[in-house]
Structure formats: structure tokens, C-alpha cells
């Protein structure tokens, strides 16, 4: 009889296959597979296979040989035909199978024997039977693994929590599906545990902070903007399991790494990136944001910085950097300025020329094509000697002891003795000769920048000169320095000065910010008159300080008036003048240092051609450089240049997720302009002395 079930559909029937027989048990080509009630094909029926039978299918069952197929083969007299592509049955089958080959091997002796004589019972179902138990399958699985297998959250490790949280966020996701059909979207979901513990899931892309596999943006800017250590974050994931996993904002950080390419510079500790790559990233970046700053065939501004700065006690680095002197290029912020290089080595002739050799010729390269100022050692990028030597004018070969000498008129030195780059290369030719000869060229220009392209920072120059009357100012207010501390300190800045142990007579004083030295040069002037000073000179002194700030205010202002270079220059002149009238110690013409002549005679040329130097200031610079310190102590060290410029090329990639801050109106002037901020806070650190 033959019948064709519709649950497991016809097949054509195969050659029965013949497996060697013990002497123990039944031979086995005489076992058979019995049908056991109806075989109508809408019914259900039971398929009786003996265990030796299951036992042989699973221990020689040829690899391509399917369970149901051999089924076929031993059913009594091919009553039924199994459907090959029963995937229950099959599943059903191989199951059994494996269930009898464990008992077997379980038992020994008569238990063995009995087991192999059993049977086991299969039961047959039709189409919609089988339909049916697929789908109860389905349900009892898909209860079985929402069940909690295991301890609740509070009472597993922290990892083992997370894994719960994830399985807890799957099968709710799966539970508010529904909620797609009244138009709604679950976004998370905030759950308690009894201890109080509190759990953040999310449903959706916008909730990707809360998957410990994800990492928002908005954090890894925030860990790289404020130097917050790998081992602290971790210990805080660990707290707050919404916070993203440390393994995954590393990997975040390491795929942001790959988008920018570094070179190792030879024999250097040290890193450097392509220049022109990097501008032109910027360049896009910033049309992008305002478009009508630009005009077609603009040559754009481009300020090439160096500095050196000294990060720990014994790590010192150089870093060269550039800003783009445009009006959305915030030039003179720290995040306006971008290194394209740096190196630790002290900042000398052998070390820039030797690590910085590949960047300065790209750069050459690319000053052809547009303006490009350098300032920042100006006197190594010329190849000119030291600060203090005879010929140390960047810009001309005055001597030293004419610095002084303000009687020429202002195109004196501009123009018959100033420095190109064919007088420096043909000075250093003579290099070896006296100084008279080769007037400082001591090595060769590291750049084809020209000369009228190297740029006088007007912050360094106001320091420098400020130094030179907070030096004088000490030495005549002799031996009543302790009052003029405390008129220093009444300005808000923190001063004080003491006598050297190692030196006899010579005293130090405390080294003062630039915005510190700035609040004295406007308040102290108007307290001069109650220091002890020399009745002989003291006018010129509180007059020296009060024009020295209309000068600076002048030669800094990024706006000055039409007549600002000519007005400089005179107002200049006039100041060294008053400067050498006072016959103190100090104020002698050997004290006018190259700033001071730069002053006069250089920085009103340069206003004149350019504008204005504020652009060329490297306040922007130092802001840089104390961003390139944190980033210094933020990084492992052992490769820091190379750590310092990624922590930077991370930041200018995630600089739209930085918070936007709060406009804030200083009412009180007394304390944010005149020095009440700096009072209180030197009364809490008087304070927390005792």
C-alpha cells in the first residue's frame, strides 16, 4: 500500500541497506519501522523505530544521507512515503538519534541489551498539524528565553548586569513594536532595580550614548577637550552603566586617529603632518561656515608660529604651528591656532633645521602661491645670532650701540640697511670673518620666506619691554621693595621679591603673566606717587608708564586709525627719549634692547603695510602651546608628539559637538577689571595657610 502524507510528502522509495548483525541482539536487516494508527494522509500517525536502528543511523550514517531518507527505507512496506524536506522531522529524528546513543553507552549489560531491544515512538503529523507545532514550538521557545536564566541584576557582577540590561533591552524592543501603529517611537526606557539602581535601555539610533558598543561623539570631546585620563573613565563607566564602555570610546578614538596621517621625523623624537593637506582641510572647513569671506583669486593670510615650551622639568618640546589670519579664523585663540609639527629638543639651530627640514620645504613650496608670515624665533629662522648679541635687529644691521640713537629719520634702516635673504646668504658666505662682516649671519635662512614676511609679535615685544621698567622700577624703590610689592599686589596679581641665596645682593622677583603684566601697566601708574621713588625722576617714571600704554594700546589694536603707523613712530621715539632722560640705573643707552628699536622703526612700517601686527601676535600661540601641555600629561608618553598631535586633530574633528556657552554680562567691573578677582583669591590662599 502506498499513501502520500501531506505533511511530509512522496518520495521515491531507495534500496534498503544490510548492516552487520551481533550474535546478541536480532539480526538488524529484520528490525523494521512499524506504523502504529491511521495513514490516511489527513490523519496522524506513529512511526515505531527500534533504538538499534536509531543507534545505527547516527554512529554510520553516510554524510549526504539525510534521516528521513533512511526512515523511508525501513518503513513495512513502504506503507508511507516520508517528505525529505521535513525539517521537524528531520530535526526530530537526529535528535532521537543521539538520545539513544547516549543512553546505550550509559548502560552496561542487561540494561544495555534492554535498551537496544526498545523502541521509540515518532509521531506523524499532516500540513496544518504540522504548521500548528511549529508555531506552539515557536511560542514555548520564545517564553523560555525571556525567562531570566539566571541571578537578578543586583545580585551578578557589573559585566554580567550589563549583559542582562542588553537582554532585557532586546526583548522589550520586541515587546513595543505595537507602538509603531498609533505613530509612536520608544526612545528608552528607564527601569529600577529594588536596590535602587537605576538603568537607561534604549529603542533607538538616537539613544546610541546609552549601548555600551556606541559612543557619543559629545563625550569623546569632552574627554579629549579636558585631558580626563583612560583609567578615570573607566572607573566612572563602571559606576553609570548608561555611560558608553571604555573599550568602545578607545576604539572610537582609534578610528578617528586612522583619519589623519602622521610621519616619524628621522632621528627625532618627533611628528610631523603635510602642511598643505592640513590647510586645505581648514580652508574647506571654513568656507563652508561663511563662504562670503572669501573672493575668487583671494590670496589667503597664513601666520607660521614657532615656539618652544618646557611641559615638565625635564621634557621640553618645539612645536611649529600655523593660524589663517581671516576674520572667522579665530586666530587668536588657542583652537584657531593647528600644529603641523612637533619635536622634543631644545629650541635651537640644529634641532629646528634638522626636524622641521621636510615642513619648511613644503612651505616654501606653498608661499609662492599666497602670503605667508613666520614669526616665533625669528632670529633661528634667519640663521642670525643670539637675542643679546652685536647684531641681533632681524630686520636691519643696526648695531648695538646705535640702538638708541633715534635721530634718523624712519626709512633709515628700512631701506639701505635692510636685511634680504641674498645680504643674509651672502653674510653667512663670510661667516668666520668678524662680526662686522658677516653682522650675525651665523648660519644659513631655513626658509625662502622673505625678510618683509617675518612678522614682530607684538605680545613678545610689550613683555620684553615691560621687564626692562618692572626691572628698573625694583631697583629704585630700593630698599623699600616691600611697598612697591604691595602696591603691585593691590593691581590683583600676585607678586613678590625676594633675595637669591646663592648670589650676594641680587634679588628675583616673581615672573608674571602677560595679562597680569597688563593690569599693572594700567593700575600701577596711578599708585606711583605714594612708592618711594626718587623725587628727582619719579615724574618721568609714572610718565614712562603711562605712555608705554598708549603705545602698546596702539601697536595691539587690530582696527587702528589711518595715522597710526606715523603716529606710532613719533610717539615711539619720544618714549626712549624719556626713557634715557632719567638718570638712574638701568636707563642707560646700553639697556635699549632690539624691541625697543623695533619699535620705532620697524613696527610702524609693518602697520603700514599690513594693517595691523595684532594679527601676527602669538597670543593664540601660547593659548596653543598650554593645549598642547595638557595634552602632554593626557597621553601615555611614550610616543608624546605624536600623542599631542592627535589629541589635537580629534578635537578639530569633534569641534561641533563642543558646547555652545552662555553669554554672561560682567556688572561688577571693580572685580573682573581691576584686580578684585585676583584680591579674593589670594585672600582664600592667605586663608588656606592656616
Not at 528490525?31 to 533504538?51: F, H, K, R, T, Y
Not at 517528505?83 to 543512553?103: C, F, H, M, Q, T
Not at 612708592?531 to 603711562?546: E, S, T, Y
Not at 556688572?667 to 584680591?679: I, N, P, T
Request: hydrophobic share 40%.
Amino acid at each position: 500500500m502506498e499513501s502520500t502524507n501531506h505533511g511530509e510528502g512522496p518520495v521515491a522509495a531507495s534500496k534498503r541497506r544490510y548492516i552487520p548483525l551481533n550474535d546478541v541482539l536480532p539480526p538488524l536487516e529484520t528490525l523494521v519501522v512499524a506504523i502504529e494508527g491511521s495513514v490516511d494522509p489527513d490523519g496522524v500517525c506513529c512511526l515505531s523505530i527500534p533504538n538499534r536502528v536509531l543507534g545505527d543511523w547516527a554512529n554510520n550514517r553516510e554524510k549526504n544521507t539525510s534521516f528521513v531518507a533512511l526512515a523511508n527505507e525501513y518503513i513495512v512496506d513502504e506503507a508511507i512515503t516520508l517528505n525529505p524536506e521535513a525539517a521537524r522531522l528531520e530535526d526530530l529524528l537526529y535528535r532521537k538519534s543521539l538520545g539513544v546513543v547516549s543512553k546505550v553507552r550509559a548502560a552496561r549489560g542487561v540494561n544495555r541489551k534492554n535498551a537496544l531491544l526498545r523502541s521509540t515512538t515518532i509521531t506523524i503529523l499532516n500540513g496544518l498539524q504540522e504548521e500548528v507545532q511549529d508555531l506552539k514550538d515557536a511560542l514555548s521557545e520564545a517564553q523560555d528565553s525571556q525567562n531570566n536564566p539566571g541571578g537578578k541584576i543586583d545580585a551578578v557582577s557589573n559585566r554580567h548586569a550589563r549583559r542582562k540590561i542588553q537582554e532585557v533591552s532586546e526583548h522589550a524592543n520586541k515587546a513595543l513594536e505595537f507602538l509603531s501603529t498609533y505613530g509612536l517611537v520608544a526612545e528608552s526606557l528607564k527601569v529600577h532595580t529594588t536596590s535602587g539602581k537605576t538603568f537607561y535601555i534604549p529603542f533607538s539610533d538616537d539613544a546610541a550614548s546609552e549601548n555600551e558598543d556606541t559612543v557619543d561623539l559629545r563625550v569623546l570631546y569632552i574627554l579629549d577637550r579636558y585631558g580626563v585620563s583612560d583609567a578615570f573613565y573607566h572607573e566612572l563607566a563602571m559606576l553609570f552603566s548608561e555611560l558608553p564602555r571604555s573599550r568602545a570610546v578607545k576604539k572610537a578614538r582609534t578610528d578617528l586617529n586612522h583619519t589623519m596621517q602622521l610621519t616619524r621625523i628621522p632621528g627625532h623624537e618627533g611628528a610631523y603632518r603635510s602642511f598643505e593637506r592640513s590647510l586645505c582641510k581648514q580652508l574647506s572647513t571654513m568656507i563652508a561656515q561663511d563662504a562670503t569671506s572669501f573672493q575668487p583669486n583671494q590670496k589667503i593670510k597664513v601666520r607660521i608660529s614657532g615656539d618652544g615650551a618646557k611641559f615638565s622639568r625635564t621634557s621640553s618640546f618645539v612645536l611649529l604651528s600655523y593660524a589663517i589670519l581671516m576674520p572667522v579664523g579665530r586666530y587668536l585663540s588657542g583652537i584657531g591656532n593647528h600644529t603641523i609639527a612637533v619635536v622634543k629638543g631644545a629650541e635651537d639651530y640644529d634641532t629646528i633645521s634638522t626636524a622641521f627640514a621636510a615642513t619648511f620645504q613644503e612651505i616654501d613650496g606653498l608661499q609662492q602661491l599666497g602670503f605667508v608670515a613666520v614669526n616665533g624665533f625669528m632670529l633661528t629662522m634667519l640663521g642670525l645670532n643670539a637675542a643679546n648679541s652685536i647684531y641681533a635687529c632681524p630686520k636691519c644691521t643696526v648695531h648695538r650701540d646705535c640702538r638708541w640713537d633715534v635721530s634718523k629719520p624712519e626709512s633709515y634702516y628700512s631701506t639701505t640697511m635692510a636685511r634680504t635673504l641674498v645680504t643674509l646668504r651672502r653674510a653667512f658666505a663670510s661667516h668666520g670673518r668678524t662680526a662686522a662682516v658677516h653682522q650675525g649671519s651665523v648660519n644659513r635662512p631655513l626658509t625662502a620666506i622673505p625678510v618683509d614676511h617675518m612678522m614682530i609679535d607684538e605680545l613678545h615685544l610689550f613683555l620684553r619691554i615691560f621687564d626692562v621698567m618692572l626691572r628698573n622700577l625694583i631697583k629704585m624703590s630700593e630698599p623699600h621693595t616691600q611697598q612697591l610689592v604691595a602696591y603691585i599686589r593691590s593691581c590683583g596679581v600676585s607678586f613678590n621679591i625676594w633675595e637669591c641665596e646663592s648670589s650676594d645682593g641680587k634679588v628675583e622677583w616673581t615672573s608674571l603673566t602677560g595679562e597680569a603684566k597688563k593690569k599693572v601697566l594700567k593700575l600701577l601708574p596711578s599708585k606711583m606717587k605714594d612708592i618711594p621713588l626718587p623725587n628727582a625722576f619719579l615724574d618721568d617714571v609714572v610718565q614712562l608708564w603711562k605712555d608705554f600704554e598708549v603705545l602698546y594700546n596702539l601697536l595691539s589694536s587690530e582696527t587702528p586709525p589711518p595715522n597710526a603707523a606715523d603716529d606710532l613712530h613719533l610717539k615711539a621715539k619720544r618714549w626712549i627719549q624719556l626713557f634715557l632722560r632719567i638718570k638712574s640705573d638701568g636707563h642707560q643707552k646700553k639697556f635699549v634692547t632690539p624691541y625697543f628699536h623695533v619699535m620705532v622703526y620697524h613696527v610702524p612700517d609693518a602697520i603700514r603695510q599690513y594693517g595691523n601686527i595684532k594679527q601676527f601676535s602669538c597670543q593664540g600661540v601660547e593659548k596653543h602651546n598650554d593645549d598642547s601641555k595638557r595634552n602632554y600629561f593626557s597621553s601615555n608618553r611614550w610616543d608624546a608628539p605624536a600623542e599631542i598631535m592627535l589629541a589635537e586633530h580629534r578635537l578639530e574633528l569633534l569641534q561641533q559637538y563642543a558646547r555652545e556657552k552662555r553669554h554672561y554680562t560682567k556688572h561688577a567691573a571693580a572685580y573682573w577689571h581691576e584686580g578684585g578677582m585676583q584680591e579674593t583669591r589670594s585672600q582664600m590662599r592667605e586663608t588656606l595657610k592656616y
